[in-house]
């Protein structure tokens, strides 16, 4: 059984998380290089898998948390099962779409359940934009925006280990049975194992041209359409940044462009294939100018020459250490955009899980 990367299990893929949320930072306003760090922090939440102390030869040190898991096996939950990474940052609780002082009925797990653009993302969202004047404030965004999308991918699906994430009886868009995904399914699933986020249905809910559908782990028949849903949440992290620029978390904002959403919404269909080759299609078509916006270059290195993290803290290879000791410091890393994303996430992190969740009834750590 070969390992999946996290980007295909807790999150819509590149081509979105990177791609499309430049594109809408770009048609929301934002010019080529602050869309650039938002973009690439939306991206990196999925990359960024190490954490620890990192040493510097002065004695400064620097302490930095992770946002998704490394090269993972769907059978291995030791490692899945960590709600410091799925719950705020891949699966965040909907509240059963319900404002804060009301309970959804059922259980305590139909508040953890995601919920597309629910009151507590929306609340989230606030709070970012309430958060501009901050040194990394746009990676904030770029963060936000990442778990923003995801409640639409992940939505009907908890990020804890519950029998609501089961899924069989998998159908394609026509209702007819999914013979391939079935089969690579047989044997994930050992012993008594229940399922965490949207395991059992593999990367279905964060591929943007599917449409399909599946039996969840009550019984109920869920019918997904991911190119409707992927556009709705373009749409709407638009508008989110519309008003991260205007500065006001009410400001009217019209959102995506009708030619130009109509234009993502025809790549949603069109662009098939691994999540690499279409995040290569879209920067394709970005370079060839076919957003309003104009032509534009637009890449993103994950890890290695030429990434964030090693502009911050020189050429380095890094083995499974959680304490990282560097030959030098350069006071430019306390302006590095590594850095600031890093502050970014540990910003998000504790809103959402002090904050936020308490004010609808939900503690998760």
Known sequence: MLPYAA?????????????????????????????SIVAHSAQYVDDSTQAGLIRFDNGAMFDRMSSAHKMLDYRNFRELANYKVWIPFHFLPGNGGLPVGQDPPGAFIEKLICRPNSPVAQAMVQE?????????????????????????????????????????????GDGRPDQSLMNRLKGFFIGGA?????????????RPYLRWGYTNGRGE????????????????????????????PDAPAPGLPEADKAKI??????TMGEATHR???????????????GPAEVSYVANGL????????????EGDRKDLRLASYSPAFLTSNWKFFHDALRAHHFYVIHDLLPQYGICVA
């Open 128 to 172: 970012c934009l309430e958060q501009r004047y901050r040194s990394y404030g746009l990676h904030r965004l770029g963060i936000t925006m990442h778990v923003f999308a995801d409640t639409w991918a992940h939505q009907g699906f908890a990020g804890v280990s519950h029998e609501i994430n089961g899924a069989r009886e998998l159908v394609d």
């Open 265 to 270: 919404a025809a790549l949603f269909e069109t």
């Open 306 to 317: 030429g990434s964030w993290k090693q502009k911050a803290l020189g050429l380095i290879r």
């Open 279 to 293: 995040h290569r299609q879209w920067m394709a078509h970005i370079a060839q100018g076919d957003f309003s916006f």
């Open 7 to 35: 980007s295909q299990t807790g999150s819509m893929q590149i081509d979105f998380h990177h791609g499309v949320t430049y594109v809408c930072a770009r048609l929301a306003g934002f010019e080529h290089l602050d869309a």
């Open 194 to 206: 229940l399922p965490l986020g949207h395991g059992t249905v593999l990367s279905n809910p964060d």
């Open 221 to 248: 028949k869920i019918s997904r359409d991911n190119p409707r849903d992927f556009l709705t949440a373009a749409d709407e992290m638009c508008r989110a940044m519309q008003r991260y620029i205007e500065g006001d």
